[in-house]
Structure formats: C-alpha cells, structure tokens
C-alpha cells in the first residue's frame, strides 16, 4: 500500500481567505483524488487528479472554488477559496495504487475549521 | 450509476461479542466492494476489499465479508470484538475498471461502539 500525508493536519481560518492543502504520496501513482468529508458524514468526492492533465469535478465542485495542481506522479494540491463556515470539513487525498482493482489508500486527512 | 446503503447508523456491541455491519449496493454494473474504517481524528484504511472470486473475503485486524450478489449485500462481520475495534465503519462500491470509471461511492457509514 501507498504511505501519504497531507499538510497541514488541520487549521483555523478567517471566512474569505484561501488554504492549499498539500498531499504527498511515497511511490508515482496515476490517479489521485480529492475527497471531503463534512461533520458527522460521509465522505463526498470532489475530484480526480491525474498527472498532465485537468482534474475532473464531481457534480456541485468547481474549479474556482477549489482548484487544484497535479504537477507530478506523486504530489497534488487542492485549495479551497473564498472559504466559509459551510467549507468547515475534513479534506482528504487518496491515490489508486494500481488499475485494475479501484483500491484507493487514504490521506489522514486535513482538519478545516472556518469561521 | 452506483449506491450504497448502510442500514444502520450505530451499533453498540459488548466486547468479545459477535458483529455485523450491514452493507446493500445498488448498481447496474458488476461492481468491486470494500469496506473502510475510520478511526477517531484518522483517515481511512482498508479493511477488506471483494474484487472477484470466492465470496468470502478476509481482511484485517479479524473481519470478514460475504458478497452476496441476490441480496446485493456485502456485510461486515467479525466473531468477537474488541475496544480497539471502536470506529467508524464505511462501505464503498465501485464500477470496476473495466467501465473505465475507478470511482468509489461511500455509504453514510456505521459507528461501533464497543462497550467494556
């Protein structure tokens, strides 16, 4: 299985400002993807992140609201903009460690409280 | 496109007592299966995954799964739990690769609770 870690692991925020999270994976995967997971729900899928190409959103996810960079096999970031309380969540990566099985390995997550 | 529906939204269960997690799926497709625990303030991590092959699948830390493709089920069950086994428990469904599509849909999830 694949080891990542995103930073930071959490953070408090003014409404109105930006936060990039970072996600950082130990060996080149293709696919990587962007979750949120609000407070007390499931996990949602934001996008899908692969290497040389635009991420593709999840129906109610836009690019200006939450852009996002894949600039190698084994780094991505996603930024929420302009945030507000309701951006208050839990932002997980995850990468699909090889095709043909759809088994994605988890970031522990980036904390997000706005306020 | 694809569902999950985890019936129940917690389960409290004595320790070294028997476990189910209930898991139905709804897909029009064959369909790849996991579950994923989450632990408190922690990301996700795979328990077991059904991708093809013998119906009953093991994974860590003593859970099994049996997918049952009449019942569109694919239920979590472990024979004696543990307090370390406290967490929040989630189904995911996707195509299979073979639809070009490797996403996961995740069910609302099942928090265990073990009581001492």
């Known amino acids: 299985s694949a080891v990542i870690s995103q930073k930071p692991s959490r953070d408090i925020c003014q409404r109105g400002t930006s936060l990039t999270i970072q996600c950082q994976v130990d060996?080149?995967?293709?696919?990587m993807f962007w979750y949120r997971q609000q407070p007390g729900q499931s996990l949602t899928l934001i996008a899908t992140?692969?290497?040389?190409?635009?991420?593709?959103?999840e129906s109610g996810f836009v690019i200006d609201k939450f852009p996002i960079s894949r600039p190698n096999l084994t780094f991505s970031t996603l930024t929420v903009s302009n945030m507000s309380p309701e951006d208050s969540s839990i932002y997980l990566c995850?990468?699909?460690?090889?095709?043909?099985?759809?088994?994605?390995?988890f970031g522990p997550g980036t904390r997000l409280t706005v306020l | 496109a694809q569902s999950v529906t985890q019936l129940d939204s917690q389960v409290p269960v004595f320790e070294e007592a028997p476990v189910e997690l209930r898991c139905n799926y709804s897909?029009?497709?064959?369909?790849?299966l996991f579950w994923y625990v989450q632990y408190p303030n922690q990301g996700l991590q795979l328990l077991l995954k059904?991708?093809?092959?013998?119906?009953l699948v093991k994974g860590i830390n003593g859970f099994e799964a049996e997918f049952n493709k009449s019942q569109t089920s694919f239920h979590l069950r472990k024979p004696s739990v543990h307090i370390s086994d406290t967490a929040e428990y989630f189904c995911?469904?996707?195509?299979?690769?073979?639809?070009?599509?490797?996403?996961?849909?995740f069910g609302t999830g099942t928090r265990l609770t073990i009581i001492p």
């Open positions: 060996s080149q995967v293709t696919m």
């Open positions: 897909s029009s497709v064959s369909v790849y």
């Open positions: 995911a469904v996707s195509q299979g690769t073979n639809f070009g599509n490797e996403k996961l849909t």
């Open positions: 992140a692969n290497q040389g190409s635009e991420a593709t959103y």
């Open positions: 995850s990468v699909s460690a090889r095709t043909g099985t759809d088994t994605q390995y």
């Open positions: 059904y991708l093809s092959g013998s119906t």
